[in-house]
């Protein structure tokens, strides 16, 4: 099984930025589609952002587009998003997730999930 592991959550201010970063073990890192979705305390688990294997194509949810940024570094089996500009309505869990396809993908595409960081704006 693929393991993907978050890091860089924290408590942020309103207008700051955040690096999150997913490291994946396993051989086929590159082969696979990775995405971020993010959590709300009483929301549903909502899509964010996908990447193509190689990095060259990316996809956004119309709330986050203009200020994250997903991008991936095979070589360290790496996928990131950028976070920029939080609000308050940032605030969710971050999950990072191996995907199926590009674009906007629903929970039953997602082949595997990290354990999320938490994300918190302050306003």
């Known amino acids: 099984q693929v393991q993907l592991v978050e890091s860089g959550g924290g408590l942020v201010q309103a207008g700051d930025s955040l690096r999150l970063s997913c490291a994946a073990s396993?051989?086929?890192?590159?082969?696979?589609?990775m995405g971020w979705f993010r959590q709300a305390p009483g929301k549903e688990r909502e899509w964010v952002a996908s990447?193509?294997?190689?990095?060259?194509?990316?996809y956004y949810t119309t709330s986050v587009r203009g200020r994250f940024t997903i991008s991936r570094d095979n070589a360290k089996n790496t996928v990131y998003l950028q976070v920029n500009s939080l609000t308050p309505d940032d605030t969710a869990v971050y999950y990072c997730?191996?995907?199926?396809?590009?674009?906007?993908?629903?929970?039953?595409?997602?082949?595997?999930w990290g354990q999320g960081t938490q994300v918190t704006v302050s306003s």
């Open positions: 997730a191996a995907v199926r396809s590009l674009g906007l993908v629903t929970a039953r595409q997602v082949d595997y």
């Open positions: 396993g051989r086929t890192f590159s082969r696979r589609i």
């Open positions: 990447i193509s294997q190689s990095g060259g194509t990316t």
